[in-house]
C-alpha cells in the first residue's frame, strides 16, 4: 500500500470474503488476455520467454530505424539550408555548428548548379572564400555521408540478428517452424520497407554529390595553377628530355638488367642494351650503381654493366622529386596561392565523397543479396 506523507503505516485489512471473490475474478480475466504462450506451458517455453515473443521485431531496432530515417532526411534538404541548420538532432549531433550564418539562398533555386550559385553569391567575388566553404560544406557532407553508411550497416546487422533469434528459437524447439516462418515473412517485409528508406537516401546522396560535383568542376574550370596541381598530383611532373645541369652519365657496356633494388633479386624494370645511356643518380651501393633512365624511371644496375672505372661520381644527387613525383606536387601545393589550395583541396574532398557514394551503393547490393537467405528457412 502507498503511504502518503502524513500517513501512518497500518496493517492492511483482510479482505472480505466478496473481495476475495472480485480480485479472483479479475485475475482469471488477465490470464484469459494473455496470449496462449504465456500461461499454456510451465516448462522452459514459459520460462525462458524471448525478446521477439514479448515485444514483436520491430522494437529492437526503432533505434537503428530511426537513425537511417534522420539521414534521409537530411540529405533530402537543400545543401546550404541543411549544414545551417546545424545537422540532425540526436544523430549527427551538431556536426555542420558554427557554419554559415547567412540564410539558405539555395532553396528553391533550379538546376545542378543551385548550390554553387548560392555559394557564389555568398561569396561576393571572393575565390578564396569561395572555395573554402564549398571545401567545408564537401568534408561536412563526407562526414554525414559516414553517418548514413553507418547506420544503414546498423540497422541491417539488427535485422538479420533478429532473423537468427528467430531460427534459433525454432532450433531449440521453443516456436514451431510455421511460427518461425511467419515470424520471418513479417521481418522481411519490414527489412523491405527499411530498404526503400535506404534506396531513397541513395538517390538522395546521388543529387547532392551531384551538386558538389559540380561546384567542384566549376571551381576547378576558373583556376589554371589549380588544375596543373590536379594533374601533377594525379601523374607526377613530366620526365625530363635529357640530364640536366650538375648530372652526369655512364654508357651501358653490355646488356643489363635495370632492377628496382640494389639486389638481383628484385623486381626488374627494364634490360638495357649496349651503348644505351643512363644517367648516374647517386653513389654506389655496393655493387649496384643508381641511375636515372631519360625517361624518368629509375632502378639499379650491376656495376659490371659499365666498363671498369667508366661510372663517375655523379656532381650531386638526382632531384629525389623524379623519384617520387607526388612529393613535389605537394611541395609545390605547400607553395600554392591560397585560393588554389583550397581549391585542390576541395576537389579532394569531392572526390572522397564520391567513394564514399561507391560504398554505400554497395553496402545496399549486398545487403539486398543477403537477404535472400537471412530471412528464408531454408
Known sequence: ????????????????????????????????????????????????????????????????????????????????????????????????????????????????????????????????????????????????????????????????????????????????????????????????????TAEHLDAQMNQRQAEMQAASDELLASDPQARTLITEMEQGPPPPSGPQSGQVTAEVARNSVLREGPASYTKAIVTLERGDTVIVAGQNQGDWVPVRLVDGRTGYLNSQAFKRGAVPTPARPMDTAWENPRKKAKEDLAMAPPASKATVETVEATRSNLKRRESYGNEIKTAQNDSQTVFSMN
Not at 500500500?1 to 485489512?13: E, L, T, Y
Not at 541543411?82 to 549531433?93: D, K, P, S, Y
Open 1 to 196: 500500500m502507498r503511504q502518503w506523507p502524513g500517513q501512518s503505516r497500518k496493517r492492511p485489512k483482510m479482505l472480505s470474503a466478496r473481495g476475495r471473490a472480485t480480485n479472483l475474478a479479475l485475475g482469471a480475466l488477465i490470464v484469459l488476455t494473455l496470449p496462449a504462450t504465456a500461461v499454456a506451458d510451465q516448462g522452459e517455453r514459459a520460462a525462458v520467454p524471448t525478446q521477439l515473443a514479448l515485444f514483436g521485431a520491430s522494437e529492437s531496432c526503432e533505434l537503428q530505424h530511426d537513425s537511417l530515417k534522420d539521414s534521409n532526411d537530411f540529405f533530402g534538404k537543400d545543401i546550404i539550408q541543411a549544414l545551417v541548420a546545424g545537422g540532425i538532432a540526436g544523430a549527427f549531433g551538431g556536426v555542420f555548428g558554427g557554419g554559415s550564418k547567412g540564410p539558405a539562398i539555395g532553396a528553391g533555386v533550379g538546376g545542378i548548379l543551385a548550390y554553387y550559385n548560392a555559394r557564389q553569391q555568398q561569396a561576393a567575388g571572393n575565390l578564396e572564400a569561395l572555395a573554402i566553404s564549398i571545401g567545408g560544406d564537401a568534408r561536412n557532407y563526407g562526414i554525414a555521408m559516414d553517418k548514413a553508411i553507418a547506420a544503414f550497416q546498423a540497422l541491417k546487422q539488427c535485422r538479420f540478428n533478429e532473423a537468427a533469434a528467430i531460427k534459433a528459437d525454432f532450433a531449440q524447439g521453443r516456436i514451431s517452424r510455421g511460427e518461425a516462418q511467419e515470424r520471418l515473412a513479417k521481418l522481411r517485409e519490414r527489412f523491405r520497407e527499411d530498404m526503400q
